[in-house]
T-cell receptor, first 109, second 115 residues
Framework: GQNIDQPTEMTATEGAIVQINCTYQTSGFNGLFWYQQHAGEAPTFLSYNVLDGLEEKGRFSSFLSRSKGYSYLLLKELQMKDSASYLCAAMDSNYQLIWGAGTKLIIKP | IAGITQAPTSQILAAGRRMTLRCTQDMRHNAMYWYRQDLGLGLRLIHYSNTAGTTGKGEVPDGYSVSRANTDDFPLTLASAVPSQTSVYFC??????????????FGPGTRLTVL
């Protein structure tokens, strides 16, 4: 079956760095998405990886290893506004997104 | 430009009632989607539409129907609501021009409670 695994909750300190891991198993693969979702709000797009390697976008970076079925989202210089859930989603061979349950990130001052 | 709008924002519904959740986008996107989000679970696809006039079933379509009469609107109907349909419903859209790997953009959601 198709499956996405990511930690349920993580805690980090303001100004620090945090890495949120995601492993996936899908029927075919057309890329890996990361979304941010603040409580009570809609998910918003952060990044898309389809090739192996690291994509950097400001304070956020996303890494993909297709051979390992693994991705991570790296957040640097954490700010209180980064407190949110981070959703990992893999696109299968039918171009449908398979979503993880999300990682709730708590930032402490 | 509003992007994607959904109505209502929230609704409490008696079991057995019919309900239509509305979704409208103004980005001229070809593809639209309906998801439900439940605590502890990932977003689950209910129905989708790759272009106006076509629809398809997602992972959890039972009890739901959709139509796509034009590019902008993609309503989701619950013919006879049941308590297990209590959830937050998100509508999303994507350009549908990159072979299917386009980014999906989400509406603000509808919080539905079925009693």
């Amino acid at each position: 079956g198709q499956n996405i695994d990511q930690p349920t909750e993580m805690t980090a300190t303001e100004g620090a760095i945090v890495q949120i891991n995601c492993t996936y198993q899908t029927s075919g693969f057309n890329g890996l998405f990361w979304y941010q979702q603040h409580a009570g709000e809609a998910p918003t797009f952060l990044s898309y990886n389809v090739l192996d390697g690291l994509e950097e976008k400001g304070r956020f970076s996303s890494f993909l290893s297709r051979s390992k079925g693994y991705s991570y989202l790296l957040l640097k210089e954490l700010q209180m506004k980064d407190s949110a859930s981070y959703l990992c989603a893999a696109m299968d061979s039918n171009y449908q997104l398979i979503w993880g349950a999300g990682t709730k990130l708590i930032i402490k001052p | 430009i509003a992007g994607i709008t959904q109505a209502p924002t929230s609704q409490i519904l008696a079991a057995g009632r019919r309900m239509t959740l509305r979704c409208t986008q103004d980005m001229r996107h070809n593809a639209m989607y309906w998801y439900r989000q439940d605590l502890g679970l990932g977003l689950r696809l209910i129905h989708y539409s790759n272009t106006a006039g076509t629809t398809g079933k997602g992972e959890v379509p039972d009890g739901y129907s959709v139509s796509r009469a034009n590019t902008d609107d993609f309503p989701l109907t619950l013919a006879s609501a049941v308590p297990s349909q209590t959830s937050v419903y998100f509508c999303a859209s994507s350009a549908g021009t990159s072979g299917g790997t386009d980014t999906q953009y989400f509406g603000p959601g509808t919080r539905l409670t079925v009693l």
